[in-house]
């Protein structure tokens, strides 16, 4: 079956930087867009940035020229290279597996998700 497991969040200082990952399995990888979702609380699920089965991006403005999408099909895994982190930046990262090689930036173009993984940007 198909599988997603986040890893990597945590607590980080403003500025600073945190990478997520996220591992995949039961599916063929390379074949498949895949995205990182994240929500805070009292909000809506929102989109942060996908990548398709070429490794070609959409980043969301908020987060554009800080965050990094990235895949290594070899590895069967993505990855969220966070920099410049802000209090804002505070939620739950969902890692979500597209429905097909095509990408996209809503919800709707995704057919799995992992459990999240939570980041805290505070002093």
């Known amino acids: 079956q198909v599988q997603l497991v986040e890893a990597g969040g945590g607590l980080a200082q403003p500025g600073g930087s945190l990478r997520l990952s996220c591992t995949t399995s039961?599916?063929?990888?390379?074949?498949?867009?895949m995205g990182w979702f994240r929500q805070a609380p009292g909000k809506e699920r929102e989109f942060v940035a996908s990548?398709?089965?070429?490794?070609?991006?959409i980043i969301a403005t908020s987060v554009k020229d800080r965050f990094t999408i990235s895949r290594d099909n070899a590895k069967a895994t993505i990855y969220l290279q966070m920099n410049s982190l802000k209090p804002e930046d505070t939620a739950m990262y969902y890692c979500?597996?597209?429905?097909?090689?095509?990408?996209?930036?809503?919800?709707?173009?995704?057919?799995?998700w992992g459990q999240g993984t939570q980041v805290t940007v505070s002093v």
């Open positions: 990548l398709d089965w070429t490794a070609d991006t």
């Open positions: 979500a597996k597209g429905k097909t090689k095509i990408m996209n930036s809503g919800p709707w173009g995704f057919d799995y």
């Open positions: 039961g599916f063929t990888f390379s074949s498949y867009s």
